[in-house]
C-alpha cells in the first residue's frame, strides 16, 4: 500500500494496537489530589463518556485511605465483543470486586471510514448500591484542525493535546462539572512510546498522556469522577491526527474514590489474543477497502481527464488551464464571503462529531438531531414525531417527509 496516500489509515491501526494491547496503567505515578474545601458549583448528570488508563485518583483530605474494597474478594468476567465477529467472543477478561457487576462491551461502527472510529468499548463495572463505578469507554480518532487533508477520512476538531480531548469529553458528557484538576501521566506516555514502532517515512509521533479530576452533583450528593486518556500524536506532511481507542474512568461519592480499586481492575485486564488478531485484520480490510476504493476513484478520474484532453487536443488543452485559473480566482475572491459560513459549519461538525449526532432539515427549515447509531435516514411522521433507519427501501407515511441530511 503506498503509505503517501493514505498514511492516517497506517497511523490509526497503529495507534489502535497500541492502546489495545498496552490497556493496563502502569503503577507509581504521581496521584490527582483534591483540593480541600473544593466546592461544586452545578449539577451534572453521568452518562456515558468516552476514555484511556486512569491510575491514580485523588489522595487527598476528603478522599479515604487506600481501602479494603477487594478484601472480601474478586470474581472474574469478560468484556465481550458480541457483533463484531459474527458470534459473541471475549475481547478481553478483568477481575473485578466480588458482587460488582458489570454491562456493556464492544460495539462497532463499520459505517465510518475514520477505522480508528470503528471499534468502540462501552463498558461499565459497578457496586451492587451502584454508587461507585469504572467504566471503560470508547475513544476517538481525528485530525486535528487546521492541519486536516480532504483525502483524511477522519473527522477535523481542535484538540492538540489530551487535556483539550480530556476537556472536550468533560464538557460533552458531564455538562456542568467542575475541573478540579488536571495532571500529565508522563508513566502513561513513556509505556506508549516503548509500545511503539519507530514511524516510519517521515512520520513523527508524540505521545501525549494525563488525568482530569472533575466534580459534580447527583441527586445533591457531591461525586469526584476522575477520567484519565492516553493519546498519540502522529504529523505526516503537515497533516497532525490523534487518537485514542479508550479512555477510563473512575467515579465515587466524594470522600470515597479510592484509586486503588482503579488501579486493580485496570491492571487485571488481559486482552485475548485471538480477539485482537481478528481486530487487528478486520481493521487492516478495512483500511484496505477503503484505500483500494479511493485509488480507483482517482484512477477512473485520471482516465477519464485524459481521455476526454486528448480527444480535443491541444485547444482544448489550453482552455482547460484558462478556465482553471479564472476558478482558482474565483476561489480566492469568495474566501472572504465564505469565512463565516465555514466556520459555523466546522462548529457545527465539531459538535457533531463530539456529540455522536447528525443534523437534518425539514421541508420547513427545522433542523433535527439524530444519534449516528439510530440510523442515517430520518422521517418525520404525520403526528410531528421522527424515526431513523438504515432500511434503505422504507418509505414516509402519508403526511409525514424524509428529512435531509445537513452536509
Known amino acids: 500500500m503506498d503509505t503517501h496516500q493514505t498514511p492516517w ?53 476528603n478522599l479515604r485511605a487506600p481501602a479494603q474494597a477487594m478484601a472480601q474478594g474478586e470474581q472474574a468476567v469478560d468484556i465481550v465483543d458480541a457483533q463484531g465477529f459474527g458470534q459473541p467472543i471475549a475481547a478481553a477478561s478483568a477481575m473485578i470486586p466480588a458482587g460488582w457487576r458489570t454491562q456493556g462491551g464492544v460495539n462497532w461502527n463499520r459505517q465510518t471510514n475514520c477505522v480508528g472510529n470503528q471499534m468502540r468499548i462501552e463498558w461499565l463495572a459497578s457496586s451492587p448500591d451502584g454508587q461507585q463505578a469504572l467504566e471503560i469507554l470508547h475513544g476517538f480518532s481525528w485530525q486535528v484542525q487546521g492541519t486536516q487533508i480532504q483525502m483524511n477520512p477522519c473527522p477535523a476538531v481542535p484538540f492538540n493535546s489530551t487535556q483539550a480531548f480530556l ?4 464538557q460533552q458528557r458531564r455538562p456542568g462539572a467542575q475541573i478540579v484538576e488536571y495532571r500529565d501521566r508522563a508513566d502513561l506516555s513513556q509505556a506508549a512510546r516503548a509500545a511503539t514502532a519507530a514511524p516510519q517515512g517521515g512520520t513523527r509521533m508524540h505521545f501525549d ?4 479530576l472533575i466534580a459534580y452533583q447527583v441527586n445533591g450528593q457531591p461525586v469526584r469522577e476522575l477520567f484519565s486518556a492516553s493519546v498519540t500524536f502522529s504529523e505526516l506532511q503537515g497533516n497532525v491526527v490523534g487518537g485514542t481507542s479508550m479512555v477510563f474512568a473512575q467515579r465515587a461519592p466524594e470522600g470515597q474514590l479510592d484509586p486503588k480499586v482503579g488501579d486493580r481492575i485496570t491492571s487485571s485486564i488481559k486482552a485475548n489474543p485471538q480477539w485482537v488478531a481478528m481486530l487487528q485484520g478486520s481493521t487492516r480490510n478495512a483500511e484496505q477497502r477503503f484505500s483500494s476504493n479511493q485509488r480507483q476513484e482517482i484512477e477512473r478520474w485520471h482516465a477519464g ?54 443534523t437534518y432539515r425539514d421541508a420547513n427549515g427545522n433542523n433535527v438531531r439524530a444519534s449516528i447509531h439510530g440510523g442515517q435516514r430520518v422521517i418525520r ?4 414525531t421522527y424515526t431513523t433507519t438504515s432500511n434503505p427501501y422504507a418509505t414516509p407515511p402519508v403526511g409525514g417527509e424524509e428529512l435531509k441530511k445537513v452536509r
Open 381 to 384: 411522521n404525520p403526528d410531528g
Open 305 to 358: 481527464e485524459m481521455a476526454r484532453i486528448n480527444a480535443k487536443g491541444a485547444a482544448d488543452r489550453a482552455a482547460i488551464r484558462s478556465q482553471t485559473n479564472a476558478e482558482v480566482a474565483q476561489i480566492y475572491s469568495n474566501t472572504n464571503a465564505n469565512t463565516q459560513a465555514t466556520n459555523d459549519n466546522m462548529h457545527r461538525r465539531n459538535l457533531e462529531a463530539i456529540g455522536e449526532y447528525n
Open 209 to 212: 498522556a494525563g488525568q482530569m
Open 167 to 170: 476537556a472536550g469529553v468533560v
Open 9 to 61: 489509515l497506517r497511523l490509526s491501526l497503529a495507534t489502535l494496537a497500541v492502546a489495545t494491547l498496552a490497556a493496563c496503567s502502569p503503577q507509581g505515578a504521581q496521584p490527582v489530589t483534591e483540593k480541600p474545601g473544593d466546592k461544586l458549583g452545578s449539577q451534572a448528570q453521568p452518562g456515558p463518556v468516552p476514555m484511556q488508563a486512569p491510575d491514580q485518583a485523588p489522595p487527598a483530605a
